[in-house]
């Protein structure tokens, strides 16, 4: 069974850097799109940003193109996003779950499809 642990988040101030981590503790991530979502208290799990199976493509929600990238080790078993200029409407606890795809290029980032969903890292923006 697929385990997933995120890490990374924490409070910076407005225009600072994050870099989440999500991490493989029981099996393989090699074979799953896996992407990273973000929900803000009393609003829906949003997509955030997939990166395909073979890492040729990537998905990202238009608030944050240009500011974030997503990439993924698979040496390391783990996916990152590195997120820079961050602004406070960033502020939400980030999640990180996997979706199989028979086509490997998929990069659909959907929260409804993916699931092995970590426990969350809280990400907080604010001068």
């Known amino acids: 069974q697929l385990q997933l642990v995120e890490s990374g988040g924490g409070l910076v101030q407005p225009g600072g850097s994050l870099r989440l981590s999500c991490a493989a503790s029981r099996g393989t991530l090699n074979y799953y799109t896996i992407g990273w979502f973000r929900q803000s208290p009393g609003k829906e799990r949003t997509g955030v940003s997939c990166i395909s199976t073979n890492s040729g493509s990537a998905n990202y929600a238009d608030s944050v193109k240009g500011r974030f990238t997503i990439s993924r080790d698979n040496a390391k078993n783990t996916v990152y996003l590195q997120m820079n200029n961050l602004k406070p409407e960033d502020t939400a606890v980030y999640y990180c779950?996997?979706?199989?795809?028979?086509?490997?290029?998929?990069?659909?980032?959907?929260?409804?499809?993916?699931?092995?969903w970590g426990q969350g890292t809280q990400v907080t923006v604010s001068s």
């Open positions: 779950a996997v979706r199989r795809f028979t086509d490997i290029t998929r990069t659909r980032c959907d929260p409804s499809i993916y699931g092995f």
